[in-house]
Each structure stands twice: as structure tokens, then as C-alpha cells.
């Protein structure tokens, strides 16, 4: 599988888990240090085709494709841009998070050792217009602090990843911890992970990485 067929399959995949709506959300993948394939704009995902998938430049020249790529690029590139490691980005609407964005609450991520080692970098955005350059440029700073998951004030979520699967795996377990703390809300309270366990777990899984 190429990495064109991979993003149409996790894009699929997305929409079809529910994790954005409609025509919403946009995903790509860098496939060089100059082109980007990413999904075009107003295209419902479960309908994706390889051939639909749009290639741009990093300096958002268009490279071939028969659609016009996704309206929110500009935060694509700038992220690929400034972030070497970055290789795939997920943008999308998943409900409960969407939720925590919408409220202002932070979402807890001490609750569960999966959403730990995936969402620990996690940070806030205010509000800017989608597909504005000004949208773009709130990610800047905490791009600079190492930063993979962005909740995204009134609009929805971004993840990034080494991979198309991290990233999506990043997407999932964020929308799978924000519904465990809205329904554990129901049951009179969160209880979180000590953070001397949490500390022990993460240098554990580093310790297995080598």
C-alpha cells in the first residue's frame, strides 16, 4: 500500500468512526521534504479516492490532482514547515472533544495509561477564523514546545504524527478519553493516575523503546 491509498483509508476511517462530520476535517501526509498530499476541500470522507487526494508544494503550489486542496492547508504546511518530524497531520471534529473545545475545559489525561503516552503533549489554541493565516500561525508557538495534540477553541482538534497510523491512533484515543471523562462526570467524580505512576509507566515504555 502507498502512502496515497494509506491517507484515503485512515481519512475513510475517520469519518467512518464518526470522528468528523460531513465534509469537515482534512488530513495529509508529507511524502518528501517539497510535496504533501492532502484531502481536497468539500469532499465527504467516507467517499474518498486515491485519485481525489490533492499534491502541493510546501510553498502551497499545487502539483497535481483534479480537485483544489483542503481550504485549512496553510496550518498543514506551516506545521510540516516547522516541524521536520511531523509526517502526517489529522484535523477533524470529533464530538466530545469538540466539546471540551467548545467549553474552554481542559481535558484530564491522567486517567488512562494509553491516552499518556499518546496525548502528554497536548495544548490549548484560542479561536481564529479556519483557513486564515492567522489560524495557521497559532500553532507557532507551541509547535516550538514539541506540542501534538492542539485542542482548538469553538472549532474542533489537530494531532500530528511520525505516521499516518500515529497520528490517527493519537486522534482516536483523544476522542476515546474526552467521552471516559464526560461519562465518568456522570458517575460522581475522575479519578487520576498518581503522577509518580505515570512517571514510572513513561520510563518504562522509553526504557522498551531501547
Not at 481564529?128 to 469553538?154: H, R, S, Y
Not at 484515543?173 to 475522575?190: C, N, P, S, Y
Request: charged share 30%.
Amino acid at each position: 500500500m502507498n502512502i496515497i491509498e494509506e491517507l484515503v483509508d485512515y481519512s475513510r476511517l475517520c469519518w467512518d468512526r464518526g470522528l468528523t462530520e460531513s465534509t469537515g476535517g482534512n488530513m495529509s501526509v508529507r511524502a518528501n521534504d517539497n510535496t504533501i498530499y492532502i484531502t481536497p476541500t468539500f469532499t465527504v470522507k467516507h467517499f474518498l479516492k486515491p485519485k481525489d487526494i490533492v499534491r502541493i508544494s510546501l510553498d502551497d503550489e499545487k502539483l497535481g490532482g483534479e480537485k483544489e486542496p483542503s481550504s485549512e492547508r496553510k496550518m498543514h504546511l506551516l506545521i510540516y514547515k516547522e516541524r521536520p518530524d511531523v509526517n502526517a497531520i489529522f484535523h477533524a471534529h470529533p464530538p466530545y472533544a469538540t466539546a471540551f473545545a467548545v467549553s474552554g475545559e481542559k481535558i484530564p489525561i491522567n486517567v488512562l495509561p494509553e491516552a499518556v503516552l499518546l496525548l502528554r503533549n497536548i495544548a490549548y489554541l484560542p479561536y481564529k477564523m479556519p483557513g486564515t493565516q492567522e489560524f495557521a500561525d497559532a500553532f507557532n508557538l507551541e509547535l516550538k514546545k514539541g506540542k501534538d495534540v492542539f485542542i482548538l477553541q469553538n472549532h474542533g482538534v489537530t494531532v500530528v504524527g511520525k505516521s499516518i497510523k500515529e497520528a490517527y491512533a493519537r486522534l482516536e484515543t483523544l476522542e476515546f478519553l474526552a467521552r471516559i471523562v464526560m461519562i465518568t462526570k456522570d458517575f460522581g467524580g475522575i479519578h487520576e493516575i498518581p503522577q509518580k505512576e505515570i512517571r514510572e509507566y513513561i520510563e518504562r515504555i522509553e526504557n522498551d523503546k531501547t
